[in-house]
């Protein structure tokens, strides 16, 4: 059940990047997230729903066109702790950006985020 929970708040998180318009976009955040959230992001750590918010917006204003926010993976849950993957794609073959983030989980909110954009290249041996 409780990783229902997670892939519930996980899956609402993400279509706030696939929003038919900006104005839905706190709304969808405000059903996944706590009001408290932190977010790890490429650009550090903010907190609050107000900066997830100034987040999801900014890859929807992508210079390349508005893209497309996928969860390619299972939700992986041990616990409180979830990761899936996920894939931005923007239109007409454009920029494509993959990931992964890890959640903790708050009475089937989301209370942390943070994202690692990017393939993990494999080490040198």
Sequence with gaps: MQEESARSAIDMFISAFNASDDI??????????T?????WGPLGRSEG????????LD????????????????VDMPDEWARYQWVF???DGGPRLAGTDV???????IDQVI??????EPSAS
Excluded: K, N
């Design 24 to 33: 839905y976009v706190t709304a969808l955040l405000s059903q996944a997230l």
């Design 35 to 39: 009001s408290d959230v932190v977010f």
């Design 49 to 56: 729903i107000a900066a997830v918010e100034r987040f999801v």
């Design 59 to 74: 890859i929807r204003r992508h210079p390349a066109g508005t893209g497309t926010m996928v969860r390619c993976s299972a």
């Design 89 to 91: 794609t923007t239109p």
């Design 103 to 109: 959640v903790h989980l708050r009475r089937s909110l």
């Design 115 to 120: 994202v690692f954009a990017g393939e993990i």
